[in-house]
């Protein structure tokens, strides 16, 4: 038979539960009392921040701004600047007049450089002129050549009833069949328009007119030896346009009068003139007696 052996001691610790609950409860207190503070700062802020805005993410609390006061001053409303209009200037019914008359004038003097253009340029094919509309008319002769050069309105003047009377000057070179061009003297045409329609309307093939050319006088002065200042300026105006050769100087009432041979860049000597005083500077020639 087995002997039995006594179960050993069993030992009970004894559990300080009163100690253990007290313990619990002061931390359930202190937590409690941190919860509440907590809470009122939060309504400190909520407090103090703008109604409407969005909570700001939470993180480190900060000391809240002190509170700007601003003194809002009504302004009364600004009185706009009185503005002056100048009325606008009353024209005379002669000035009126005046000014569409030069309107005129210039348009009459357009027409007259068109046709005479138009009227005296021939190729040498026989074509014919917008100019002569009418086919009776007599014209350019086949392989005959006319070059206008230039045209020149001398003056244009009212004789009533929307028309005007236009005087101008052409500058032509000619040429017949085989041969070369050569240049006319200058010829004149009288030309009449009616502006009244749109566009101007020639009356009627240029009438031939008399030409009168400016008067050119001779040259003046006693030939004298200038200072050399006065001819360096000369030969300095009249190099702009070529190159200087001959230069003659003239003594007229304390001014200088200084011709130049000047060759132009096609090989051709022209002469021309500039007035000097007696430092080498531009003037203008005296005025001539009767």
Known sequence: ???????????????????????????????????????GVLAVVAAVAWPGRPSPPSGPATEAPAATVTTVTTLAPETPPTVTTAPPPVWAEADLRAVESKDLERAAAGAAEWVLRELFTADGGGDRSA?????DLPGPQPGTRSFVEWVSVSSVRDV????????????RLVAAPGEEYRRIPPQAFRLLFDLSTDPPTLLDLPAPSAFTPPSVPAGVGEPAQAPDDVVAAATEVFARFGEVGTVQTFAVGGRWRVVGGVVDPGGVTWP??????GDGNEVDPPPRGP
């Open 1 to 39: 038979m087995t002997d039995r052996q006594p179960p050993p001691d069993e030992y009970f610790e004894h559990i300080p539960w009163d100690e253990l609950m007290a313990e619990v409860e002061s931390r359930r207190r202190t937590t409690l009392r941190w919860g509440a503070g907590i809470v």
């Open 131 to 135: 100019v002569l509309v009418d086919p």
């Open 160 to 171: 009533g009833a929307g028309r005007y009377s236009v005087q101008a000057v052409v500058g």
């Open 272 to 277: 021309l003139v500039v007035w000097l005083d």
